[in-house]
């Protein structure tokens, strides 16, 4: 079942169009990952599914209630990480909770609770009363994420919210997101980082210039892009006899031949890595070097637009 | 209800937390008053500079005429003039020469028969070595002998010599001789202090709208607001709680600067404090209201600063919050200002003008006040989203 849907959505500013007749379902319980390179949209579709901003076209739903017509309902039901670190100078960690819960309807006991387990399942209950402005960078980023789950919504939308943290803090994120995901959330996580989305995502979106290029599972999309998998062999004393009969293997595609690199196109490249080292033994090659490229999500935004995601 | 009164509480927290709202709003006003209190009394009346009245010796040479100096004793006098009486003239020219007395009058014998009668009569005017002292005195007798002269026409006019005096008995009692008052007051005068005092609570209570026109200005840059606005608050409540924390913030700043300066300045703003509340609440709504307008058309922190000082600043000048004395043009320039009846409010009831006159203040200032807070109305959504 549906729990974000978008409708042909548009969203232009000025003449610029930032989203582009955008039709997209994020299902419950899923962690969907929405990938793309910088202004590539993504933020302004995350502001429209959590009502910040007003789509020109289209319709947006979250549980199946209008963005639209319902509003507050909706946002209600939303906990938002933005990309930005959102926080007060002036507040203790526990004070943002408390304003934030507050804000959220939660009131007495109950608000009292969700603030110990938002602290606790950010890892902050010892700097309860400590202001951002002593906090690390990664502290200050769970921080932003404990504001956004204290009401402990059923959808989770996170803003790329690894920009600019130490590798430690982000792997912490990342278990966060599955750990969130675990206790029934849907998440969406948006990201430039394609190693994040490729390593938490149950379905990717890629999307460039306001258009949804790719839709579907890390493995749908990389079926795409398979026939790009290939070995990269240095060798000394390559023959012609060699690589002909490397091209005649049944899981090679192609092989190319530059001076004494040996490129091969082949299907599943870690199971017949044996086999083709095998037939250059066989002739006497020796190797130099070897690398294998199997291809990405990046593989596929290259594939897809002729551009790097992060250009 | 309880997300507007959240919202507030917490924007009350924020400012309260943060040292810089305590020195702009509450102290730098202070100091503000006392030293352009201070500095700029030479606009005002002479109680801003004297602390000593002039001692002047007095002789009346004879007992019938001692009713027309009776007015130099009374209570008004006694602020400018302390009168000694010396028995002959001798006598107190030596102790104005001894410096035991500033300035010297002899009221001369048959002086009441020659007023009553209507002939032309003198007093010996002895100024002392000191000009400022002898200006003083001068004012102050001159004043009285001015008196004279209308009294001698009036008992002229009726008939009875007797009039006269009578006439400047009465008139002494309750004159006053040297004033300094802005047109249309009630003759009251008022201190430099008090002067500035109305002027800069004005001032910063609209710099207290500033700060919630910064406030939301850089809750949109810090992206606080869109988390704010993500939350199930409508933007009329993100609004509402602001203003109503700023605006508290505001009427406290009214209260400790009016208690302040009435405890340790010792400065008068009358007993009417319905009207200075009002006038307070006006200001204050007012203030909120352009921090909403503002927040709306500045596109950044820093030009919201731009639009504000200006304008606060600007009304500030043209109102005479910082030199009374402008000039015909832009005075009247001023009167098209908010501050300016905002100041005027407060003056006058300091003065302690009538009713009809603080209320009429008060009505130019709240219509003020009402249309800001619908052009703010008109323009909140747009000052939360910035779309």
Not at chain 1, 269 to 279: F, R
Not at chain 2, 205 to 223: F, K, N, T, W
Not at chain 2, 352 to 377: K, M, Q
Request: hydrophobic share 45%; glycine share 8%; proline share 3%.
């Amino acid at each position: 079942m549906s729990h974000v849907r978008l409708r042909q959505v548009v969203k232009r500013y000025g003449t610029k169009v930032s989203v582009d007749h955008l039709t997209l379902s994020i299902e419950k319980g899923e962690i969907f990952g929405l990938l793309g390179p910088n202004g590539a949209g993504k933020s302004t579709t995350i502001k429209m599914i959590c009502g910040l901003i007003r789509s020109d076209q289209g319709e947006v739903e979250v549980d199946g209630e209008s963005v639209r017509h319902r509003p507050l309902s909706v946002k209600a039901k939303i906990g938002l990480v933005p990309q930005e670190i959102a926080l007060y100078e002036q507040l203790t960690a526990e004070e943002h909770l408390r304003f934030f819960g507050k804000l959220y309807g939660l009131r007495g006991r109950r608000l009292e609770e969700r603030i110990d387990e938002a602290l606790a399942f950010t890892g902050l209950t010892g700097h309860r009363n400590e202001r951002p402005g002593s906090f690390s960078g990664g502290m200050k980023r769970r921080l932003n994420i404990a504001c956004a789950i204290v009401h402990q919504p059923k959808l989770i939308i996170m803003d790329e919210p690894t920009v600019g943290i130490d590798p430690q803090s982000r792997n912490h994120i990342l278990e966060s997101v599955r750990e969130l995901n675990r206790r029934g959330a849907t998440i969406l996580y948006t990201s430039h980082y394609m190693e994040e989305v490729e390593a938490i995502s149950t379905r990717v979106g890629i999307i460039d210039h306001g258009r949804l290029i790719a839709l579907g599972t890390i493995r749908e999309l990389l079926t795409q892009v398979e026939e790009q998998e290939k070995l990269v062999i240095e060798t000394e004393g390559l023959t012609d006899a060699a690589v002909e009969e490397v091209g005649r293997h049944a899981s090679v595609r192609r092989v190319e031949r530059r001076d004494g690199v040996l490129e091969i196109w082949l299907r599943h490249a870690q199971s017949y890595l044996q086999d083709m080292l095998y037939i250059l033994a066989k002739h006497g090659v020796r190797i130099a070097s070897l690398r294998s490229e199997t291809p990405n999500l990046e593989t596929l935004f290259l594939t897809l637009t002729g551009r790097h995601l992060r250009d | 209800m309880r997300t507007i009164a959240t919202l507030m509480r917490y924007e009350l927290l924020r400012m309260l937390r943060t040292r810089e709202t305590f020195w702009m709003l509450i102290v730098l006003p202070l100091v503000l008053i006392f030293i352009l209190g201070n500095a700029l009394s030479g606009y005002f009346n002479y109680e801003d500079q004297l602390v000593d009245p002039v001692e002047v010796g007095l002789v009346v040479s004879d007992e019938s005429s001692a009713g027309f100096a009776e007015p130099l004793r009374s209570e008004a006098v006694a602020r400018w003039l302390n009168v000694r009486d010396y028995e002959d003239r001798e006598r107190m020219l030596k102790a104005l020469e001894r410096g035991e007395i500033g300035y010297g009058v002899v009221v001369p014998e048959h002086f009441a028969e020659m007023v009553m009668n209507g002939r032309e009569a003198f007093w010996e005017l002895h100024p002392g070595p000191k000009a400022e002292r002898n200006l003083v005195a001068e004012s102050v007798i001159g004043e009285l002998l001015d008196r004279i002269n209308l009294a001698q026409s009036v008992a002229e006019a009726l008939g009875d010599p007797r009039a006269a005096e009578a006439a400047v008995r009465a008139g002494g009692a309750e004159g006053s001789f040297v004033t300094v008052t802005l047109p249309d007051m009630t003759g009251r005068d008022y201190s430099a202090m008090q002067y500035y005092a109305a002027q800069m609570l004005v001032m910063f209570l609209l710099y207290a709208g500033m700060a919630a026109g910064l406030s939301i200005a850089e809750e949109r840059e810090a992206r606080t607001l869109d988390r704010l606005r993500a939350a199930p608050v409508m933007p009329v409540h993100v609004l509402a709680g602001k203003m109503t924390g700023h605006g508290l913030v505001g009427i406290g700043q009214a209260i400790v600067i009016i208690a302040f300066t009435r405890m340790f300045y010792g400065l008068e703003w009358g007993d009417r404090y319905g009207y200075l509340l009002a006038a307070s609440l006006f200001i204050v709504a007012a203030s909120v209201s352009l921090a909403v307008i503002a927040a709306a058309l500045a596109p950044n922190t820093r030009a919201l600063q731009a639009i504000f000082m200006t304008l606060i600043l600007g009304m500030t000048f043209l109102s005479g919050g910082f030199t009374p004395e402008l000039g015909e043009p832009l005075e009247r320039l001023g009167e098209f200002t908010f501050s300016f009846w905002a100041s005027q409010s407060f003056i006058h009831l300091m003065l302690g003008s009538a009713d009809a006159v603080v209320r009429e203040h008060l009505a130019v200032l709240g219509s003020a006040s009402a249309g800001l807070f619908l052009i703010a109305a008109l323009l909140g959504r747009k000052a939360v989203s910035h779309e």
